[in-house]
T-cell receptor
Framework: ETGVTQTPRHLVMGMTNKKSLKCEQH?????MYWYKQSAKKPLELMFV???????ENNSVPSRFSPECPNSSHLFLHLHTLQPEDSALYLC?????????????FGQGTRLTVV | LAKTTQPISMDSYEGQEVNITCSHN???????ITWYQQFPSQGPRFIIQ???TKVTNEVASLFIPADRKSSTLSLPRVSLSDTAVYYC?????????????FGSGTRLLVRP
């Protein structure tokens, strides 16, 4: 248990569906992240929120839409995804940003787009 | 943005000491060096962090030479459960353009 909880753990969706991934952290951190990890690839940073403000959008397609309503919650809204978007989506939080801060990761959501 | 280079994979046997070296030739004065561990289908987990010389915790040791252009993660007496991918990260906590960028990591396989 890392203090970062992601739901659902597994998700299968069609290309025309709309779904959302949820992340919640109970650590009192002020920064949250979304990462994508495809098979046999490094983690790809998607979005960073610091103090509930988006500070990084790493050239992510608009079919991925993040939302950070407060410092404890982070969502990733998904619509009209492609099969190549199938991956493990990981949420993380830290106190402050940058590698000087220790990041705590959730277990991830395994997404399959059919 | 400091780039890191690690071996793609390493093999070891239970009970051995494993040393994984990371090169970061362009490390900046304010950069820290951090290592994470990742098991399959799980998020990475922080292992250790240092700035210079040697850092030790209950899991590992981190050796950093004086020029800081490389670092070595040392895992004492590995077990099968240490089989994982190990990532070396370098960056300045004040650098707004650096946000926990992971490289390819080193895939460690521990054999019986």
């Amino acid at each position: 248990e890392t203090g970062v909880t992601q739901t659902p753990r597994h998700l299968v969706m069609g290309m025309t569906n709309k779904k959302s991934l949820k992340c919640e952290q109970h650590l009192g951190h002020n920064a949250m992240y979304w990462y994508k990890q495809s098979a046999k690839k490094p983690l790809e940073l998607m979005f960073v929120y610091s103090l509930e403000e988006r500070v990084e959008n790493n050239s992510v397609p608009s079919r991925f839409s993040p939302e950070c309503p407060n410092s404890s919650h982070l969502f990733l809204h998904l619509h009209t995804l492609q099969p190549e978007d199938s991956a493990l989506y990981l949420c993380a939080s830290s106190q402050g940003t940058g590698v000087g801060a220790e990041a705590f990761f959730g277990q991830g959501t395994r997404l399959t787009v059919v | 943005l400091a780039k890191t280079t690690q071996p793609i994979s390493m093999d070891s046997y239970e009970g051995q000491e494993v040393n994984i070296t990371c090169s970061h030739n362009n490390i900046a004065t304010n950069d820290y060096i951090t290592w994470y561990q990742q098991f399959p289908s799980q998020g990475p987990r922080f292992i250790i962090q240092g700035y210079k010389t040697k850092v030790t915790n209950e899991v590992a040791s981190l050796f950093i030479p004086a020029d800081r252009k490389s670092s070595t993660l040392s895992l004492p007496r590995v077990s099968l459960s240490d089989t994982a991918v190990y990532y070396c990260l370098v960056g300045d906590e004040k650098d707004s353009s650096y946000k926990l960028i992971f490289g390819s990591g080193t895939r460690l396989l521990v054999r019986p």
